[in-house]
């Protein structure tokens, strides 16, 4: 027989997906240890496996991927080739409704085009505090996209309005957003794309405790830092709305000290994802204020799922003792706040737990 994770292995399935369709009655191991509850399955339930994958990737509906292995284990071809062309009209019903969504999409992209634009094609001469600065870019860097399919965010967004410099990066599974003052500027909105290596070159310029100057020439950036000088050309594409994203206080809020809090995600309990290439911590704020890690078959409802190494990061950029954890729900993102500065925080996508 095969154990649970040879089977997962073996079968591209994860080993909570497993669990999962076990509960759900649709592969249900041929024997399950009464004392420690571990799942066995017959060889021949291998292939049931398999193909339980590739409809799952195909989308199929769940109860549907139930009648398909019915028949696939009887006799019934003609309802199971049935059920595999109805699901594949759907698909493609599906695909055409979404050509049409995403035709009227770039209509309505075209009219803004022009006021993005404007945004981006602003003359403008600021001063920043070198420390505020640093300590923002600190905070961001480590969102800041790598996938080259999404140039748009390989970079750090300058939202500069009013007295106010926002600088954000995301990389779509996780956000951090910090804030610098400004003064030279009036109340008008403009926003530019750095580069990450441009980023990265304007903090090196910010050291010590005096000002650096922060110019923008349509689509040209320069920071000057004394002597030094950092300049180049803005990303050419828009950023996404960050604002929209932005957090509400979370229900569940927990001071954590943040030494203490990395050494228990680097030696406590982790799960990995679907991919098997990630390590997942498992978090939920308790009763008393405090977080505590999910092991194993903690089924708590209000568990998150984070990736581990992503949650490492955000730590380390939060650049305090404690921060402040924010848990809303099971599918929303994990917030990490300092405690004495509202202006900076991290969001983190959260990952699904099918067991």
Not at 135 to 145: G, H, K, N, Q, Y
Request: charged fraction near 30%.
């Amino acid at each position: 027989m095969r154990s649970i994770g040879e089977m997962a292995r073996d079968s591209g399935l994860g080993v909570s997906a497993l669990r999962f369709y076990d509960r759900a009655g649709v592969l249900v191991p041929a024997w399950v240890d009464p004392v420690s509850g571990y799942r066995w399955y017959e060889p021949e339930q291998l292939e049931e496996a398999r193909l339980l994958a590739r409809l799952r990737r195909a989308g199929m509906p769940l109860a549907d991927i139930r009648l398909v292995l019915a028949s696939w284990s009887g006799a019934d071809t003609d309802l199971l080739r049935k059920l595999l062309e109805a699901h594949l009209r759907r698909l493609e019903q599906g695909l055409s409704e979404a050509r049409g969504e995403f035709s009227a999409l770039r209509a309505l992209l075209d009219q803004r085009e022009n006021v993005m634009t404007s945004l981006r094609t602003a003359t403008l001469r600021l001063t920043v505090a070198a420390p505020e600065l640093a300590a923002a870019l600190d905070t961001v860097r480590f969102a800041a996209s790598t996938d080259p399919e999404l140039p748009m965010l390989g970079g750090v967004l300058f939202d500069i309005e009013g007295e106010s410099l926002r600088v954000v990066a995301t990389d779509r599974y996780r956000m951090a957003v910090a804030r610098a003052g400004v003064t030279g500027h009036d109340e008008s909105r403009v926003q530019v794309i750095v580069p990450t290596p441009l980023a990265d070159a304007m903090r090196a310029l910010c050291h010590g405790e005096g000002s650096v100057r922060l110019g923008l020439d349509g689509d040209h950036v320069t920071l000057e830092a004394g002597d030094g000088q950092a300049a180049g050309r803005c990303l050419d594409h828009d950023f996404p709305d960050y604002r929209r994203l932005l957090p509400r206080a979370g229900d569940r809020r927990a001071l954590v000290d943040v030494a203490d809090f990395r050494q228990a995600l680097e030696t406590g309990p982790v799960r990995r994802d679907e991919t098997g290439t990630h390590d997942l911590s498992v978090l939920r704020v308790t009763d008393d204020g405090t977080v505590a890690l999910c092991a194993d078959g903690d089924d708590h409802p209000d568990r998150v799922a984070v990736n581990r190494g992503f949650l490492l990061d955000a730590l380390a950029a939060g650049g305090r003792d404690r921060l402040v954890l924010e848990l809303t729900a099971p599918t929303a993102p994990i917030a990490i706040r300092r405690p004495d500065d509202e202006n900076g925080f991290s969001l983190l996508m959260p990952v699904r737990l099918e067991d």
